[in-house]
């Protein structure tokens, strides 16, 4: 395992290893006070090298499945400083990433960069970072720095950038990411009660709806979950991949309003304006959840959902693993679970929210072996077993042939025994809460943030696209004061924030468009789902959104003003456009502008703001 987290961005707590300890007696929550990076006017710049400028631009320090993709930076030359003069209280925190971008490889003859960050005159931390010299350094560092004193006061904070070896050029482009101040606030720990149920969340990343439920069964044991709580028939996700569907679930709103895209689909490198971490201004249903008390704890085998891409936000304990490359596979429910577990030992006697985050159905599909069946003949050996990422992207941008039938209901086959490898390992999870003696006063969510295409629609794996088979997902709720029953109405991923502030007493606020899915739901919801990484025209990357009423489903192709419509009721696959001859194709349309324009817009820090450059510019900072 790595990574085991004692910080997390706006949940911080000094934690002695990870999800074994013991956690303190009161739950502090960081509020941001001034995001330094959105306000330019307050820096001062000293003494850049002639010729050169200090910008606000996005870089990439390393890869992106490890959460070290582009962030909106404030890139600086090397030697140089930027002061800040900030009002600080006694509890503020100065929090901040440092990396270095666009180094691939080592380099000879090039200098690593000595970070510096003074306050008040007073070296208060520094670290040399030299990508060209070791891959190690290929990453964000994400820190913070306690003000202290005994007032509030004005705080002078100096950003400084220099070479470590001055006979040498620096590797790379320097820059300071996540800039801001954060005050304290503590709240007591509420503790475990009949009358105050712990809710624990399970995300099976790229569980497909038909996958569960189904006869004969995949998942026999989430079948006998769902038959014990409200199963939910037509739950649409907000997107079809994890990064913009995950941060939907965790704030409750579109990915139009949260603002992360993650520009890195066909080229890592691109350093495209940024958007892969969630902005820090948006709370988490696990930060609002803290401040009632409530402890937080996620386990997550996704790279994706990590401290570095800020989805770790509001979970006081988040325990985190990252692609095991020796033997390139994920971590598996089991190694979550434990891990878990172990920190439920600790914390039985504390109402928790947990998140659980699961890659065994996510490719490479590598089910256990003995379940595997014969491949077709001339089945390529990386596809035999189940390494379909390369395959993927020629067919899906670069207009490769597709599958043979035969070969593609093979990788069907291992995607399913997946799914039933994972259903397997639910019946010691729930053991585990039983003899902590905690799953009687356990809510369960199990869902998942996308599901997976099989060639439906000419392509494989998922992102590409919008269609059923990439946005229907399981969704079920069962515990204590859960009812029964099976639900048809269509629901969203945004639902879940305010299902769990029910649950956990927490507020929503405006922006949150969702339901509550415990109570009585009223007819169905008209749902939104994005992708930054649909195939447009010669297998271009582009957005896309989906409109999707109880009866139709609108696809738009915002760029080139493309469209199609489906009629789900007597074409539930969505095969069949009837954009250019139906007359609900103009009122859908009418619809899903107004629902957008309606939306909140994302926060400023999701993206380099279109006149930032433009206000460094005028004040001198940039050419």
């Not at 739950?27 to 006017?41: G, N």
């Not at 582009?70 to 030697?79: E, F, G, H, S, V």
């Not at 931390?125 to 560092?141: G, K, L």
Request: with cysteine; net charge negative; proline share 9%.
């Amino acid at each position: 395992m790595t990574g085991r987290t004692t910080l997390a961005p706006l949940i911080v707590l000094v934690l002695a290893a990870g999800c074994g300890d013991r956690v303190p007696p009161t739950i502090v929550v960081e509020d941001v006070a001034v995001d330094l990076l959105a306000d330019p006017e307050r820096a001062v710049v000293v003494a850049p090298p002639a010729g050169t400028a200090i910008a606000l631009a996005p870089i990439t320090p390393g890869e992106w499945i490890r959460g070290d993709g582009p962030r909106p930076a404030l890139t600086m030359p090397a030697p140089s400083t930027v002061r800040f003069q900030v009002p600080v209280t006694p509890d503020a925190v100065l929090r901040f990433g440092a990396g270095v971008g666009n180094v691939k490889r080592r380099e000879e003859n090039r200098s690593g960069v000595r970070f510096t960050v003074r306050i008040d005159g007073a070296e208060r931390w520094t670290r040399t970072i030299d990508p060209a010299r070791t891959r190690h350094d290929r990453r964000w560092f994400d820190e913070q720095i306690p003000f202290g004193g005994a007032a509030a006061r004005t705080a002078v904070v100096e950003l400084e950038v220099a070479s470590d070896d001055p006979r040498h050029p620096v590797a790379g482009v320097p820059g300071w990411s996540r800039v801001d101040i954060a005050t304290r606030h503590s709240y007591p720990r509420q503790r475990a009660s009949a009358h105050a149920p712990n809710v624990l969340v399970l995300l099976v990343d790229t569980l497909r709806a038909d996958c569960v439920g189904g006869t004969p069964t995949l998942t026999p044991n989430l079948d006998a979950l769902g038959a014990r709580g409200l199963v939910f028939e037509q739950a649409i996700a907000q997107s079809s991949w994890t990064l913009q569907s995950v941060p939907s679930i965790m704030t409750g709103l579109i990915p139009h309003s949260h603002g992360v895209r993650g520009n890195f689909w066909n080229d890592p490198a691109d350093d495209d304006a940024a958007g892969d971490h969630l902005p820090n201004e948006l709370e988490t249903f696990a930060e609002a959840a803290a401040r009632t008390g409530t402890t937080t704890v996620a386990v997550s085998a996704n790279p994706l959902v990590s401290r570095a891409t800020n989805l770790s936000q509001g979970f006081e304990t988040f325990d985190e693993f990252g692609w095991d490359r020796e033997h390139k596979q994920f971590a598996s429910a089991s190694e979550v679970n434990a891990t878990f577990l172990a920190w439920l030992r600790n914390h039985r006697d504390l109402r928790f929210l947990a998140y659980l985050h699961y890659m065994d159905v996510h490719d490479p599909y590598t089910p256990p072996a003995g379940t595997r069946l014969a491949p077709p003949p001339d089945l390529p050996p990386a596809l035999a077993n189940g390494w379909i990422l390369e395959t993927a992207r020629k067919i899906n941008f670069h207009g490769a042939p597709k599958l043979p039938e035969a070969q593609v209901e093979y990788l069907r086959h291992l995607y399913q025994e997946e799914v039933r490898a994972f259903d397997a390992t639910l019946p010691p999870l729930l053991d585990g809460l039983r003899d902590a003696g905690v799953l009687d006063s356990t809510i369960i969510i199990v869902t998942a943030d996308h599901g997976e295409e099989f060639q439906e629609h000419g392509f494989l794996k998922h992102g590409q696209s919008l269609h059923t088979e990439l946005v229907r997902v399981p969704l079920l709720v069962a515990g204590p004061g859960i009812p029964t029953g099976r639900r048809p109405q269509q629901v969203q991923g945004i639902d879940l924030y305010p299902t769990l502030a029910q649950l956990l007493d927490f507020p929503t606020h405006a922006a949150i468009r969702g339901r509550d899915l415990v109570a009585p739901l009223d007819g169905d919801a008209t749902v939104i789902s994005e992708t930054a990484h649909a195939v447009g025209d010669g297998g271009a990357t582009v957005d896309s959104i989906a409109l999707r009423t109880p009866e139709w489903t609108l696809l738009a192709h915002p760029a080139s003003h493309r469209y199609a419509l489906f009629h789900r009721p007597d074409d539930p696959q969505e095969h069949h456009d009837r954009f250019a001859t139906d007359a609900a194709a103009a009122p859908l349309v009418a619809e899903l502008d107004h629902r957008l324009a309606a939306a909140p817009p994302a926060p400023h820090s999701a993206a380099v703001a279109s006149d930032v450059h433009e206000r460094l510019r005028t004040l001198g900072y940039a050419d």
